[in-house]
């Protein structure tokens, strides 16, 4: 039998899925994994759904060796331990020149250790970002490939085919830049996932709770959002999900879907990041309080008891006037939870020599990925335009946008606050504009309260300098 052109290790959902999409792009590939029966899967799968060829092995050896030479192996394995056990076991049977593809959401840092593990035994590795969950994978993810460049030279004809494709814009990949920064990629679109759903929920409870819409009306004004500057994928499906009706009670699903938020995380990661880098993410960091606060339902139930009461402000609300308000602060706050994400990007780009190319990033980001939205057109045009920016919010066209949203945005935190609707990632981007566009924050006493316990020193802003003052001496001092 002729070589194949490209082999995959992991067979679980997203593996199988991506290689059907690969041998459906006319690549024939060899797949493997430790449980036999996910091979057979997979090649049945694949005579099901086009006689695509697809071809099974049941060892490493002979799955190595039915790869054309320089092989090339996508791995798609639990994170962690699971890909180390992976390399070693397929790393006994390439050869110089060979290359190992880690498509899992690993930790950046791993990535660099293995490139250069692998560097030593000659073979090259890249760590790539894939999003999109099982459909993507399938019909076409969002790819983000960082490391060896020579490696992702050998690949870059499969993958241009394989990515998601936008019209006008063409395939949703691109080389991300050296090392773990693939990886590191997709761990921040993660963050900026978490931040996105976010804020969606909350629109959705403000609807609810204080716009008292029905789960009906919930999908009508999700569907009409997402023909307009919303129109994005979580917005669709969120509409779908207000939809469909419970099959094993009355009502819709929704209502019966314990409140309760899991994760796998890497939007800890990013919240982690962002403190290390010294980045101000409060929409994101927001997102996984929630998720955290979500997880503790048994304190949330009791504590339902003891703060009994009303807390609505019973003043009636106008619905059509609620729902444009809402669907503006969505915009607003949302355009503030991705200019975090793109800072912490830069950041650690500056950090470690990367030289990512933002509007690049917002480009592979349109279709895909869990993310995409027309939205990233304008990121995109905004970096396009100036690719210093310093932050997302001073590009010309959002800064307008910010400004012509804001009274609607302040108004649904205040109603929320009032009727004792949580809105934290709203809040907290709108805390996020309020500070950043600021020329003059309370920063200022807290750095005198720091010099005062601690001698920490300040500058003043008339003098250049470093100054201490003993606070407490001259307090003392004017009391007597």
Known sequence: MALTRIGLAGLAVMGQNLALNIAEKGFPISVYNRTTSKVDETVQRAKAEGNLPVYGYHDPAS??????????????????????????????????????????????????RREKAMEERGLLYLGMGVSGGEEGARNGPSLMPGGSLEAYKYIEDILLKVAAQV???????????????????????????????????????????????????????????????????????????????????????????????????????????????SVAAPTIEASLDSRFLSGLKDERVEASKIFQGDYSNGLPVDKAQLIEDVRQALYASKICSYAQGMNIIKAKSSEKGWGLNLGELARIWKGGCIIRAIFLDRIKKAYDRNSDLANLLVDPEFAQEIMDRQAAWRRVVCLAINNGVSTPGMSASLAYFDSYRRDRLPANLVQAQRDYFGAHTYERVDMPGSFHTEWFKTARNSMN
């Open 63 to 112: 799955f190595v060796n039915s790869i054309q030479k320089p092989r090339v192996v996508v791995m798609l394995v639990k994170a962690g331990a699971p890909v180390d056990q992976t390399i070693a076991t397929l790393a006994a049977h390439l050869e110089h020149g060979d290359c190992i593809i880690d498509g899992g959401n690993e930790w950046y840092e791993n990535t660099e």
């Open 167 to 277: 019209p006008d814009s063409g395939p949703c990949v691109t080389y991300i830049g050296k090392g773990g920064s693939g990886n590191f990629v997709k761990m921040v679109h993660n963050g900026i996932e978490y931040g996105d759903m976010q804020l969606i929920a909350e629109a959705y409870d403000v609807l609810k709770s204080v716009g008292k819409l029905t789960n009906s009306e919930l999908q009508q004004v999700f569907s009409e959002w997402n023909k307009g500057e919303l129109l994005s994928f979580l917005i669709e499906i969120t509409a779908d999900i207000f939809g469909i009706k419970d099959e094993q009670g009355d009502g819709y699903l929704v209502d019966k879907v314990l409140d309760k938020t899991g994760m796998k995380g890497t939007g800890k990661w990013t919240v982690q990041q962002a403190a290390e880098l």
